[in-house]
């Protein structure tokens, strides 16, 4: 197991190598990539680039000179290179780290430089694009600038597919500027985009209805009338009869008309219910209730005083005859 990863350790560290010594010696041709793939015949090297005639030289010298060196330095197996000129460079994202490195290498301020190639990447039809520069920009300091415009994708899937990357640097008298610049495809289809198809023509125009059909609904209609109608019935014959008014008969001259049978009971006052703590009232009834009456008997006249006999006064004796005594 050890021995597998091992082997594709060393593989992919061969292919970043032949990838850094494409990318020195196709510079000015305007290096945008290299793709290789194993083949029964060999090894075929996919080598993308700006101006294709610079990598080919006069009479093929410059891919022959390029193919022993793979051969022999790299240790492929019969290289067979191919070189396939970009579509658009704007929408490179090697091509452009590469370029902004240039401009930045030959003098131009960071953030202009940085402006003007996010400016190029959208206006070349990219759907979003961030351009970063990191290194000593404006003193001993280490500083990272970004500038980005559009959709861009951080993580997942849609970054993987639809985000391509390039990474140059830039060698100034401060030190080493690095230079990464990721674009979008034009051409990305994110998962969160649907498009809704109209409904075709035979779908979309409704069908005349068939006489069957029609047939069949009117005859669930007639059901549904009957059954209504049935409910009707039994409805009425539930409900309870009117009562008949009778006819009020003149009454004669004078005479009052006589009171309804039920006014004397919607007079009666309705109880109400106590609540706690209340104290309950007296009824109004036994504050108007007569007080009891009771028998008057006759009194008896007092004599007049003419007639009441006089008591004799006794007279006091004299002292004089009590001591004699």
Same mark, same amino acid.
Request: hydrophobic content about 35%.
């Given at each position: 197991?050890?021995?597998?990863?091992?082997?594709?350790?060393?593989?992919?560290?061969?292919?970043?190598?032949?990838?850094?010594?494409?990318?020195?010696?196709?510079?000015?041709?305007?290096?945008?990539?290299?793709?290789?793939?194993?083949?029964?015949?060999?090894?075929?090297?996919?080598?993308?680039?700006?101006?294709?005639?610079?990598?080919?030289?006069?009479?093929?010298?410059?891919?022959?000179?390029?193919?022993?060196?793979?051969?022999?330095?790299?240790?492929?197996?019969?290289?067979?290179?191919?070189?396939?000129?970009?579509?658009?460079?704007?929408?490179?994202?090697?091509?452009?780290?590469?370029?902004?490195?240039?401009?930045?290498?030959?003098?131009?301020?960071?953030?202009?430089?940085?402006?003007?190639?996010?400016?190029?990447?959208?206006?070349?039809?990219?759907?979003?694009?961030?351009?970063?520069?990191?290194?000593?920009?404006?003193?001993?300091?280490?500083?990272?600038?970004?500038?980005?415009?559009?959709?861009?994708?951080?993580?997942?899937?849609?970054?993987?597919?639809?985000?391509?990357?390039?990474?140059?640097?830039?060698?100034?008298?401060?030190?080493?500027?690095?230079?990464?610049?990721?674009?979008?495809?034009?051409?990305?289809?994110?998962?969160?985009?649907?498009?809704?198809?109209?409904? /075709? #023509?035979?779908? %979309? *125009?409704? @069908?005349?209805?068939?006489?069957? +059909?029609? !047939?069949?609904?009117?005859? &669930? $209609?007639? =059901?549904?009338?009957?059954?209504?109608?049935?409910?009707?019935?039994?409805?009425?014959?539930?409900?309870?009869?009117?009562?008949?008014?009778?006819?009020?008969?003149?009454?004669?001259?004078?005479?009052?008309?006589?009171?309804?049978?039920?006014?004397?009971?919607?007079?009666?006052?309705?109880?109400?219910?106590?609540?706690?703590?209340?104290? /309950? #009232?007296?009824? %109004? *009834?036994? @504050?108007?209730?007569?007080?009891? +009456?009771? !028998?008057?008997?006759?009194? &008896? $006249?007092? =004599?007049?005083?003419?007639?009441?006999?006089?008591?004799?006064?006794?007279?006091?004796?004299?002292?004089?005859?009590?001591?004699?005594?």
């Amino acid at each position: 197991m050890m021995a597998s990863e091992r082997k594709f350790v060393t593989e992919n560290i061969r292919r970043v190598l032949l990838k850094e010594y494409l990318m020195s010696k196709v510079g000015r041709a305007g290096f945008g990539g290299v793709d290789v793939q194993r083949t029964p015949m060999g090894t075929r090297v996919t080598l993308i680039t700006e101006r294709p005639g610079l990598v080919i030289g006069r009479r093929g010298e410059a891919i022959k000179s390029l193919t022993k060196a793979i051969e022999e330095d790299f240790k492929f197996n019969n290289p067979q290179i191919e070189v396939q000129e970009v579509e658009n460079p704007n929408l490179n994202a090697q091509i452009m780290a590469e370029k902004l490195a240039n401009a930045l290498e030959r003098g131009w301020h960071f953030r202009r430089a940085g402006h003007s190639t996010v400016r190029r990447i959208m206006e070349s039809g990219a759907r979003g694009c961030q351009v970063v520069i990191s290194g000593k920009l404006t003193g001993q300091r280490h500083r990272t600038e970004k500038f980005k415009d559009g959709h861009i994708k951080y993580c997942g899937q849609a970054k993987l597919d639809f985000m391509e990357h390039g990474f140059a640097t830039a060698k100034l008298k401060p030190g080493v500027i690095g230079v990464t610049v990721q674009i979008m495809d034009p051409r990305a289809r994110l998962p969160d985009e649907i498009d809704i198809l109209p409904l /075709p #023509a035979d779908l %979309a *125009t409704p @069908a005349a209805p068939s006489p069957t +059909t029609i !047939a069949a609904d009117k005859a &669930e $209609e007639q =059901k549904a009338a009957e059954a209504v109608e049935a409910l009707k019935k039994t409805a009425e014959g539930e409900a309870k009869p009117k009562r008949i008014r009778k006819k009020k008969e003149p009454l004669p001259d004078g005479a009052a008309p006589p009171a309804a049978p039920g006014a004397a009971d919607d007079k009666k006052p309705r109880k109400r219910k106590k609540k706690e703590g209340e104290v /309950p #009232a007296k009824p %109004a *009834t036994e @504050a108007i209730q007569p007080a009891p +009456t009771q !028998a008057i008997t006759p009194q &008896e $006249e007092p =004599k007049p005083l003419a007639e009441v006999p006089k008591q004799e006064e006794k007279k006091p004796e004299p002292a004089e005859e009590k001591k004699e005594g």
